[in-house]
């Protein structure tokens, strides 16, 4: 949007003194903050309330992205970027006197996902809008996002991420009109409809009322608005005799009140299946509502409405899809099972079996009795007619939806639906091939890839300016808009002044993180070494343990050889472990104890470091990404979907140091051998293994001596304080015959890691790698990927108000 300095300034002041009553020589950063996001309200929504028109005007088709996690961290500057306005609030702050830094720190991250699956559900929703294609999000309004990570005497602390704090969520809009109800419990049973049909009659149901807020999602450049709409519970004024104490109301509110509860008990349990319900019956009756104002008829809705399954939490939508359509609207069973397979479609971000939810059959009945009764048909009649088909006995039980008293949830999105993707090629591959096979064998035709992608505006543009800065002197400005312009770069690879420039601008961005070190942990970090950052979620599969018994070997070799040449180097880690992921944390517990040995180890002074930033989040890997020299990438091959963050290292130009797992591969495609370090077993190398089982980690353990080191320093007392953690981790590596294959993989991430080190001395060939990296990243942009889930998944046209520039 056009917007001069002095209209903004004019207008910010304005909503200051009216808004907040506050002027500004006395305003706090954060109500400095609330009143730039209302000024920010003013200017869209006009945008929003026509996107919103046209979308019905014209009856576009929608898509409609259900997750139980959206991770959008900060929203304040992507708004303003988005809206072509970024530079101009900067320079009107700057003349006011305003630290927009501070202001923008104001803004609590909205962490309402765990890791990967929730930011990649965020990024859609700003390519979504950026691409123009109406795609709406559907999720839950958490009162608690992901929790606030502490370390305390090296352990993980977990405490409440009160994320709405004093000033609540500044960009939401609560929609009083699209308010429904949603039934659990209770009794079920079939009556005569007096018109020749049966329709449910309920007794005993608990009936919520679930309120929508919605929060606008701003397309790049294009004045687009989009909408994710996030759902919170309430309970309806006329059931409120039934909640007479307050902790009777708590047990309601608890629906929304955390994202993952803690599911290791039954209790736990049948409030994750809650919110699941929750979320997806409110979603699924307004959107039938919304559809059926365009007055067209209802067994052709696919021809309006996509309806995405993100991983298994919001799979009962096929079922509570018929629900809608055949008890509260009448449609035959026939008609509404081909609207709903043509509505969902459904992505699978993982092989690890312990992530397709499955669920108790008495447990599921108890809580959704009439949604269970539908499943129950759904599944029979799949039965039937996969038999009809001739497909043999066992493939169609491996493949039902209820069986052993299990409800499978992934089963019941792949069944219901049309489309089933993985989120990298190999791990397509794997679905197809392993995890899913008898589905593959059943309905091959469902199945297709869609890589993953990042929001490339977030990690360049506004995490870093200067690198962007560096890259318009280069290549102009284009590629801001266009990303595939980066490749552009390619011609300045091997341009000195060019790599000069690059490389300055790599110094200024650890010189940032080196300054956040030393003040959150008190370790001084020099730009002089060589920054290799691990930031993800702590797993086993992610081997951060890999990169723990690298340090020690890196240890070993500094106290043998303590003259000896080194090229310095600092680890930087940021993880959580979920908070019943005992090893995980133990690995936390390992990693600060190794680094308070190493760092005040005056004989290793410079030459090794070792950091474990806490709390990691969106905005913190704003700060780490940029800086980093390595991205590690080193999970079992086979076990990382894809993973992002690799991505975004590459975009910013790190050298990846990989396994071939998951996006990794793509990477390696993009950039070409030289420029990517890559090691260890392939997927067909693991499989083998499980094959023949003649995998044995004493065995290397045994005969390796430098390993045989390494594995001992766990246990022999050389890292204090963690005699306990240190023999787990021993346990798990020889006595249970460590199961991702860490020894095995050791030496040659090893030899790696030596090699990436005499790269990195050659700073020409450095840079080289690290440019090449920059410019062949624009493959991950998420705006690429969503238009192929739109064109190929959903059956999406462009809006026909059509893109427009503000
Ligand atoms: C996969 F199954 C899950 C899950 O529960 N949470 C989650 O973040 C991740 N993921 C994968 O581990 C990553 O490899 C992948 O890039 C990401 O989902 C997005 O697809």
């Excluded at 929703?125 to 608690?144: E, H």
């Excluded at 599911?263 to 699941?276: H, P, T």
């Excluded at 890196?554 to 043998?560: A, C, E, G, R, S």
Aim: charge should be negative; glycine fraction near 6%; include cysteine.
């Amino acid at each position: 949007m056009e917007l001069t300095t002095e209209q903004f300034i004019h207008d910010f002041e304005l909503t200051l003194n009216e808004q907040q009553q506050t002027i500004l020589s006395t305003a706090t950063p954060s109500e400095l903050f609330v009143a730039l996001a209302h000024t920010i309200r003013q200017y869209y929504t006009p945008l929003w309330i026509e996107r919103n028109k046209k979308l019905q005007e014209n009856k576009d088709k929608i898509a409609y992205y259900f997750s139980v996690e959206f991770l959008p961290g900060r929203m304040l500057e992507t708004n303003l970027l988005n809206l072509g306005i970024l530079d101009v609030v900067k320079e009107g702050f700057a003349q006011l006197g305003i630290d927009f830094t501070q202001v923008k720190q104001a803004e609590h991250d909205m962490a309402l996902g765990n890791g990967g699956l929730g930011r990649l559900a965020a990024a859609f929703m700003d390519s979504l809008a950026t691409t123009g294609y109406a795609g709406f999000g559907n999720g839950l309004r958490y009162k608690y996002g992901l929790f606030k990570q502490r370390i305390v005497n090296g352990y993980q602390v977990e405490l409440p991420d009160a994320w709405f704090g004093s000033i609540g969520n500044v960009w939401e809009t609560r929609k009083d009109h699209d308010i429904v109800d949603v039934r659990f419990f209770g009794n079920v049973y079939m009556t005569d409809a007096g018109n020749g049909k049966l329709k449910p009659v309920y007794s005993d149901a608990q009936v919520l009322r679930a309120v929508p807020y919605d929060v606008p999602q701003l397309g790049y450049g294009n004045g687009v608005v989009n909408n994710l709409r996030l759902w919170d519970v309430e309970i309806p004024e006329e059931y409120e005799l039934s909640y007479p104490t307050i902790e009777d109301r708590r047990r309601v509110e608890d629906i929304t009140a955390v994202l993952y509860p803690d599911d290791s008990s039954d209790e736990g349990k049948k409030l994750r299946l809650m919110q699941e319900y929750f979320m997806t019956s409110a979603g699924l009756q307004t959107i039938v509502k919304s559809y059926l104002k365009l007055g067209l008829p209802l067994e052709r809705i696919y021809e309006k409405v996509s309806v995405h399954i993100n991983d298994t939490h919001p799979a009962v939508a096929p079922a509570e899809f018929m629900r809608i359509l055949i008890d509260e609207y009448g449609l035959e069973w026939d008609d509404a099972w081909n609207a709903t397979q043509k509505v969902m479609s459904y992505t699978n971000h993982t092989i690890l079996s312990e992530a397709l939810e499955k669920w108790h059959t008495g447990l599921f009945a108890h809580v959704l009795p009439r949604v269970y009764q539908i499943i129950v048909e759904i599944d029979n009649r799949y039965a039937a007619q996969m038999s009809a088909q001739g497909v043999d006995y066992e493939t169609i039980e491996n493949t039902r939806i209820v069986r052993n008293n299990q409800v499978h949830m992934a089963h019941l999105a792949i069944i219901g639906g049309h489309s089933v993707n993985g989120v990298a090629q190999i791990h397509t591959e794997l679905l197809k091939e392993d995890t899913l096979r008898d589905f593959y064998k059943v309905s091959p035709e469902k199945f297709n890839n869609k890589t993953n992608g990042i929001v490339q505006r977030r990690w360049t543009q506004i995490a870093a300016p200067g690198l962007s800065k560096t890259i318009d002197k280069w290549i102009g400005q284009g590629w801001r808009s266009d990303i595939h312009e980066l490749r552009k770069l390619n011609e300045y690879v091997d341009n000195s002044q060019a790599q000069a420039d690059f490389w300055e601008v790599k110094q200024l961005a650890k010189q940032r993180l080196a300054d956040y070190i030393e003040q959150t942990t008190g370790v001084h970090v020099t730009t002089d070494a060589i920054f290799d950052v691990q930031v993800k979620r702590l797993h086993a599969y992610k081997r951060q343990l890999l990169n723990v018994m690298h340090i020690i070997k890196l240890y070993w070799d500094i106290k043998d050889n303590p003259e000896g040449e080194f090229t310095p180097r600092v680890f930087i880690f940021g993880a959580k472990a979920a908070p019943g992921y005992h090893f995980a944390k133990s690995i936390i517990k390992i990693i600060n104890e190794l680094a308070n040995l190493i760092n005040n180890d005056e004989q290793i002074g410079d030459k090794l470091k070792v950091v474990f930033l806490e709390n990691y989040r969106v905005s913190l890997a704003e700060l780490i990404i940029p800086a980093a020299n390595v991205s590690e990438q080193i999970s079992l091959a086979s076990k990382e979907a894809s993973g992002t963050s690799n991505m975004k290292f590459m975009m910013t130009g790190a050298v990846t140091m990989a396994t071939l797992d998951g996006a990794n591969i793509e990477i390696k495609d993009e950039v070409g051998d030289d420029n990517i370090v890559i090691f260890g077993m392939t997927k067909d190398d693991v499989y083998n293994h499980y094959a023949t089982r003649d995998y044995y980690s004493r065995g290397i353990y045994d005969n390796d001596p430098v390993i045989h080191r390494v594995v001992n320093t766990f246990v022999d007392g050389t890292i204090p304080n963690c005699q306990r953690e240190g023999s787990e981790i021993f346990d798990a590596l020889i006595t249970y015959n460590d199961e991702y294959f860490l020894l095995q993989d050791f030496t040659s991430y090893v030899e790696a890691q030596e090699h990436l080190t005499q790269l990195y001395a050659d700073r020409a060939r450095w840079m080289h790698m690290s440019m090449t990296n920059i410019a062949n990243s624009d493959k991950f942009t998420s705006d690429d990927t969503i238009r192929q889930y739109a064109q190929e998944i959903w059956n999406l046209s462009l809006p026909s108000h059509g893109k427009h520039r503000i």
